[in-house]
């Protein structure tokens, strides 16, 4: 990999998302040599990319050259690569440029969907976890709208435009608003001569309640958003398989529709010699203490979504979002230098700073410790803290000038088509990926 030799300890990152960028900064200015591997040479602001399929947002306005975030730290080192094995008794990574030795290991590969072993809808629905699926998911979007206006088959021309989003989380519940929003300010614009009010958004839940980590009363408000804004909240019901088309349920309740969004669960994405038993818990996870040492593995840590630290407040491990991941970044950075100074490692606790959703225009709900709120103050709120994450000044203001743009007109200007695409198995889209 043409890495120099140093006489700092080597310090390997898997992963470019909030963990992993967090932890490169808080090592940034430190007697360590740092180098980060990622398939991808951008790091991906997961929370919006539901504006991406949705014309709210151009990819490059929520994504970021890892290069870039680190540049001109003294010591580190980026490349693009795909991590193929782990050998940790050689302290060895395996990828598809080659080896390389490490000294200390940090996995922070986050997660990927979670389809549960369930292949029609694998093969068939659609995931929004990355920003080529994002953009998958646009191109389909505006793909069935066009196909909608050459069919005479009034049944088929219903499927064209209905949507299925399966799972009552937080991006379930912001694609459903966006996506009602689009239909009552956009659709009929952009398609006078398609009656789109016979489009349907179906947000399906499993359990009782959509938005099942954030409070009752948040629960309850963002329903009420949502069929405000004309979609379908369907609860205590559960998808058990699709064919591209039709969409059955563990009920009588059967949908007809072209596209099926599955957000329903995820699952961490999982490595090659660290997918024993011994290592894993349920969800792919790694079992960590707490200070991130892999279970048996003493210069092996993990953070973010892959790690899961189980404690009194959180037997299961902390919730796979942004907050824990960059916490736990920052307190093994400096972990990771305490150790190498030989000092003993602090262990991590957890600050819970809430959670929020947003719904649509002024609609929002918001959870914080101490504070709980809905309503247009909460949709600020998310705001400003959605763009305080962001990385890059330039990405701020591009989403800033965007939202103020589509909250004046009422418009999402990126409803493009850049690439088409067709839905196909897996297996097929995963060999045209290769080829």
Known sequence: MNIPQSSYPRVVIIGGGFGGIALAKKLSKKEAQVVLLDKHNYHNFQPLLYQVSTGGLEPDSIAYPIRKVLQGY??????????????????????????????????????????????????????????PQSLNLRSLILENFEQALLTDDLHERDALMNFVIVGGGPTGVELAGALAEIKKGILPKDYPDLDTRRAQINLVQGSDRILPAMSEIASEKAEKFLEELGVYVWKNIRVTDYDGKRVTTNTKTIFEAETLVWAAGVKAVSLKGLDAGQFLCRGNRLKVNEFHQIVGLEDVFAIGDVAQMETDEFPHGHPMMAQPAIQQGRNLGDNLVRMIDGKPMRSFVYKDKGSMATVGRNKAVVDMPKFKFQGVFAWFVWMFVHLYFLIGFRNRVVVFINWVYNYVRFDREARLIIRPFKKQNRVERDTLMRD
Not at 86 to 91: E, G, L, M, N
């Open 74 to 131: 003294p010591n580190f080192y980026f490349r693009l690569a795909q991590v193929q094995e782990i050998k940790p008794t050689t302290k060895r990574i395996k990828t598809n440029i080659g080896e390389i030795f490490y000294d200390y290991l940090v996995v922070a590969t986050g997660s990927e969907t979670n389809f549960f072993g369930n292949k029609g809808i694998e093969n068939k629905g659609m995931a929004m976890k990355t920003i």
